[in-house]
């Protein structure tokens, strides 16, 4: 088992290069060559997803002996794998922020800034009026179930006080006390 998870181990760290190499190139190049290296980081990332997912499974055959160590090298593999998507993802924008920095200026940075920081507060202005229009109407909801109880109590003491009066007038109180006892 162990040795099917190193033989994937040595792939990874082979294939995990590879990407490496190709990401530092991808900014420095531009049109049909920049979009084939593109395509084929993409191809052996997704090569490198599966071959995640295989040792994940080989770490599942492992005795529980060993299979923390493993556990602990599978976890460390996945955190290169994000940190290779980061790095793919900022290679193929760097371009088209150099580009845009040269037509736009130093400037569009910071208005590029602005209008991210604008747009995340606005997301969060959103979520919290969804929040309270949502608390709001759970309150109203509660009051609204809190009259009918009252209404119902109100509606049963008037009952019960009608049949106590119906008993006190109609029957003798040496009665009542033969009747409690049966009860």
Do not use: W
């Not at 150099?98 to 979520?127: F, M, P």
């Not at 033969?178 to 009860?183: A, G, K, V």
């Amino acid at each position: 088992m162990s040795s099917d998870f190193e033989a994937y181990e040595q792939d990874f760290g082979t294939i995990t290069a590879e990407i490496t190499n190709k990401v530092g190139r991808i900014p420095k190049l531009s049109g049909e060559e920049k979009t084939q290296l593109v395509l084929n980081v993409d191809k052996q990332l997704e090569e490198v997803r599966e071959l995640l997912e295989q040792m994940d499974l080989e770490v599942r055959e492992i005795p529980v002996q060993s299979r923390a160590m493993y556990n602990s090298r599978l976890k460390s593999y996945k955190q290169e794998m994000e940190k290779l998507e980061k790095d793919f993802k900022r290679s193929r924008i760097a371009y088209s922020d150099e580009v845009r920095n040269e037509l736009l200026g130093d400037d569009a940075g910071s208005s590029e800034n602005q209008r991210a920081h604008l747009l995340d507060n606005t997301e969060k202005l959103e979520r919290s009026s969804r929040r309270l229009e949502a608390g709001y109407q759970i309150a109203v909801e509660t009051e609204q179930v809190g009259q009918e109880i009252l209404a119902n109590l109100h509606s049963d003491r008037e009952k019960i006080q009608r049949a106590r009066e119906r008993v006190s007038t109609h029957i003798p109180p040496t009665h009542i006390y033969c009747l409690l006892l049966f009860f």
